[in-house]
């Protein structure tokens, strides 16, 4: 690994300017990002403060005049797209594929999903994704769900997995690929130096979000071939389209086989200011980038759009603990606005399953599966193989 990154440029010249990397640059950042990781204390120190200081929303929202191509010799990307591709394609070929465990390559020949969400809602709601991605996995739809603990103070995906469903999300490569041969659905830990240790800079060393929030949720270690179809849950710091295109950068360097992805980013409010990285069934509604086939879209959802009535920021939250109305909710003991919510996000998992292309049979679906119980009991099943 080159250890001769310009860390004076990257600050100087993109990071304090609001201007992001371009691929080569993001690709030499992550890799830098990995020597910190193996015990080089400057690059784990500098790498830090460069996450840091690119994870901003003037970076992510910034669009150069097209009569500027470079800057200090450096070619200017169009947005940051390509910061994003080119960190998460270091991660994948130097930490993932290099790792212990290596990817995850279950014997699966049908399309393989996730729905990992980047965290960092300003509004609190439920364990949506992983409700959404159990009662997806009743119906048989296979989801190798990523997820790691809440950095700083919020419940993350993989404390409601581990202390309230009782799976243990550090199962080893052999038991979350049988896992998923055998009951349609895994979980990988992102804190599993087994598979990479990138995430150990934001939950164990600096203990701050940076980009690895972006970072983290795209680098499933599901080996990327097989993973062709996804939900990705956006955050407010930046626009859904932009984390399409970095996929699609990715897909055309043969780094991931992305061939359907859904790109979220949820709003509460009609001024699109507060929001949530899932779909959203509040007045704001969601903005969704649709990567198919190469091609990207661009559109909006709404709660109508499922068939269901908008509700209000306060009705989404969960009521008291977290993890324990999360899991409330799974067994059946909710019956609310909470409950659509995850039920409108797994809706999207059957859409790309291609159950149905109308989203109101999709939730109707969900429901369904929801309400037999089979979502429960699909949490117990997953649980007996993967044991705390």
């Not at 992983?130 to 190798?144: P, Q, R």
């Not at 052999?174 to 995430?199: G, M, P, S």
Request: net charge negative; glycine share 8%; charged share 20%.
């Amino acid at each position: 690994m080159d250890k001769n990154i310009d860390v004076k440029h990257f600050l100087k010249a993109h990071a304090y300017q609001n201007i992001p990397l371009n691929y080569d640059e993001a690709y030499a950042l992550g890799v830098y990002a990995l020597q910190g990781c193996e015990g080089d204390e400057l690059a784990q120190k500098q790498s830090i403060a460069i996450l840091c200081a690119l994870h901003n929303i003037a970076t992510y929202a910034w669009k150069h005049d097209v009569r500027s191509e470079d800057i200090h010799g450096h070619k200017l990307p169009k947005n940051s797209s390509e910061q994003i591709a080119g960190v998460c394609a270091a991660v994948f070929d130097q930490d993932i594929a290099k790792s212990i465990n290596g990817f995850l390559m279950p014997s699966i020949d049908s399309p393989i999903m996730d729905n990992c969400g980047m965290g960092g809602d300003i509004i609190d709601t439920v364990n949506v994704s992983t409700l959404a991605a159990l009662i997806a996995a009743a119906a048989n739809v296979y989801i190798c769900k990523h997820g790691s603990p809440g950095n700083t103070r919020r419940v993350g995906s993989s404390e409601f997995v581990s202390l309230h469903c009782g799976i243990n999300t550090l199962s080893t490569r052999h038991q979350a690929e049988n896992c998923l041969e055998q009951t349609h659905f895994c979980y990988t830990e992102a804190l599993d130096e087994r598979y990479k240790r990138i995430h150990q800079q934001t939950h164990c060393i600096a203990d701050l979000p940076h980009m690895n929030d972006i970072i983290g949720p795209i680098t499933n270690p599901l080996n990327p071939k097989q993973l062709t179809k996804r939900v990705l849950g956006v955050n407010h710091l930046i626009d859904s389209c932009i984390v399409a295109e970095a996929y699609k950068i990715m897909n055309d360097k043969g780094v991931t086989n992305l061939v359907h992805g859904l790109f979220v980013r949820g709003f509460v409010d009609q001024e699109r200011y507060a929001g949530v990285d899932e779909v959203s069934i509040c007045p704001g509604g969601t903005r969704v980038a649709e990567l198919l086939n190469g091609n990207i879209s661009v559109y909006d959802l709404y709660a109508s759009d499922f068939g269901i009535d908008e509700c209000d920021a306060e009705s989404i939250a969960p009521i008291g603990d977290k993890g324990a109305f999360s899991y409330t909710l799974l067994k059946g003991g909710v019956d609310g606005s909470q409950l659509q919510m995850v039920l409108a996000n797994a809706a999207l998992l059957f859409y790309l399953a291609e159950r149905s292309y109308d989203l109101k049979e999709c939730y109707e679906m969900a429901k369904n599966t929801f309400y037999s119980g089979k979502a429960y009991e699909k949490s117990k099943e997953v649980r007996s193989f993967c044991p705390l």
